[in-house]
């Protein structure tokens, strides 16, 4: 139903189009000419000059165009290009990359008796390389051009490839001498094969840029850089040598029930970015071998994160065509380009054998803080990994506040400790294990230590003593602790400047009216008051006492002399 409606648009705008179209012939003397009032090309003729079918016109190509090598044929926005015949590129190129199992199956027509089967290599291996006809192997490595005896009966002969290599080899033309020395030869692009693919050197024969609509219904294409930045419908259609067709993002491209035959790259269309392909691989014949189909090519592969310069880490897996695994670490601005090869930046593709495949791959992320702190998993798993050139990405943080701190007291007394409550919050995304520092003015403060764990919105105080050093007026500013390595990230996980208290006035010791020197010099004066008290009655005491004494021997003396 949808190749009915195909065709059914395609001859409603032909017999539309063909009530204005004009009879013409495009110009071989390398001019530009630019068609403005639509036309038709219906004779077979050659083109050696730029054309450009600007906006509003169309020009129809029903004969053979044959083109001069640097032509082009460009097709602005609103301009139309309809091809029936075909524009052939007047140099083609071509070469057949034969892989481990190809087989040419090579006719040269009723060709018999004793000669020689020779093989031209556009690029040969140093490695092994072998080919086997009739039974008969010839080891073909490490050579631009092989000579095979040979003893031809008019019939086919298969020759097949074994090859033991990275690097394939390319053939340009295979050829037959006969014993008169009379040589046939077949072209890449003419040998029928199985299991391999044509490759096509150099540049192509010709620019086809479309900006506005091309419609190929039966028409061939040979030798062209096909560049789709519009719409490009292609139906029943052969492109020799016309590959890759690159369709730029934004744009499409329709194609069924036609050929590609040979490449210049390793696949026969490149999808850009966000184009779209509607590609019926049932209908479908392509270059084949180690060719695909098609791709999905992405610009680059830029992931853009909050993290900023935190250096934080990236794993990647099954990444691109070869499914690449690796490490790397986010840029300053906490973004990584992971498509630093085109291989990373093929993210779906349909293979030579028309099967379609896309990357299986995903990526995390991960801010590795300390072992005791900010240590709560600031990561995020990107599964699966995004098939787009621009990706932005935010990862769940926190955001520590210090709310408030507050003294117990308004004064305080040089290296005597004084109560403090601080405030702090959380009102990031994320849980948060951080240290508190508090400051004198720029100085570290003597305060205890303050560990903190806060879960998301969740609010706790917490006690501190602080020991002001000397006497004076003082403010004590606390502040969340970010690592180091966290960079320019730390203004987006807390305050710089914290929170600070009000001012308290701390004085000396011995300028406070209840010093201890005070309590000290006071017990003294009662120690010292008290012995002499003592010591005054002691010495009374011992007066009295002598002179009892001297009055008892007086007593006693005269006694005796009675």
Not at 85 to 93: A, I, M, W
Not at 459 to 470: E, G
Request: proline share 2%; glycine share 10%; with cysteine.
């Amino acid at each position: 139903m949808r190749r009915v409606l195909f065709i059914t648009i395609l001859l409603i705008m032909t017999s539309l189009s063909s009530l204005s179209i004009s009879s013409a012939n495009p110009q071989n003397d390398g001019s530009t000419n630019t068609i403005t009032v639509s036309e038709t090309w219906s004779t077979d003729s050659s083109l050696d000059g730029d054309v450009i079918v600007s906006n509003g016109a169309t020009l129809t190509v029903n004969g053979d165009i044959t083109i001069s090598d640097g032509s082009s044929i460009t097709v602005q926005e609103g301009g139309v290009l309809d091809l029936y015949g075909g524009l052939n590129g007047e140099n083609l190129n071509a070469a057949l990359r034969v892989d481990n199992g190809s087989i040419i199956h090579a006719d040269f027509g009723s060709l018999s008796g004793s000669g020689e089967l020779i093989i031209n290599f556009d690029l040969y291996t140093t490695q092994n390389c072998n080919v086997t006809i009739n039974g008969v192997v010839t080891n073909v490595s490490n050579q631009q051009q092989v000579e095979i005896d040979m003893t031809f009966d008019g019939n086919p002969f298969d020759m097949v490839f074994e090859i033991y290599s990275f690097i394939l080899p390319e053939i340009s033309s295979i050829q037959t001498r006969d014993v008169n020395g009379v040589i046939q030869t077949i072209h890449a692009d003419g040998i029928n094969q199985t299991g391999s693919s044509l490759s096509w050197k150099g540049d192509a024969s010709f620019e086809l840029s479309i900006d506005g609509t091309f419609n190929s219904m039966d028409g061939q294409l040979e030798g062209a850089d096909l560049s789709c930045s519009g719409a490009c419908n292609i139906m029943n259609s052969t492109l020799i040598g016309s590959a890759p067709i690159n369709i730029e993002n934004g744009t499409s491209l329709t194609i069924e029930t036609s050929s590609i035959l040979g490449s210049r790259t390793d696949e026969d269309i490149i999808v850009h970015d966000s184009a779209t392909i509607s590609y019926d691989t049932a209908s479908m014949t392509g270059t084949g071998g180690t060719t695909d189909a098609w791709i999905r090519l992405l610009s680059q592969r830029v992931i853009q994160t909050n993290l900023m310069d935190a250096g934080a880490t990236v794993h990647y897996e099954g990444l691109g065509y070869s499914g690449d695994i690796g490490d790397n670490i986010l840029d300053e601005t906490g973004k990584i380009d992971l498509g630093v090869s085109e291989s990373r930046r093929i993210v779906e593709w349909v293979n030579g054998d028309g099967v379609y495949s896309s990357e299986d791959s995903d990526i995390l992320i991960t801010l590795n803080g300390g072992t005791t702190t900010w240590n709560h998993g600031y990561d995020i798993k990107i599964d699966p990994a995004p098939m787009s050139p621009y990706h932005e990405v935010s990862i769940d943080l926190p955001y520590v506040s210090i709310d408030s701190v507050v003294p117990e007291d308004t004064t305080g007394t040089a290296n005597k400790g004084l109560g403090v409550m601080v405030t702090v919050s959380n009102t990031g995304d994320a849980s948060v294990t951080t240290n508190i520092r508090c400051y004198e003015g720029d100085d570290l403060a003597d305060t205890t230590t303050l560990l903190i764990t806060l879960e998301v919105d969740e609010t706790k105080k917490i006690p501190t003593t602080w020991w002001a050093n000397a006497s004076g007026n003082k403010a004590l500013t606390c502040k969340a602790l970010i690592p180091t390595g966290f960079n320019s990230l730390a203004d987006s996980l807390t305050s710089a400047s914290g929170a600070t208290s009000t001012e308290i006035s701390f004085k000396d010791a011995e300028d406070t009216e209840d010093a201890p020197i005070i309590i000290y010099a006071t017990i003294m004066i009662i120690i010292i008051i008290g012995t002499i008290t003592f010591n005054r009655r002691n010495a009374r005491n011992y007066d009295t006492t002598e002179t009892v004494e001297k009055d008892f021997e007086d007593e006693i003396i005269e006694q005796s002399e009675d």
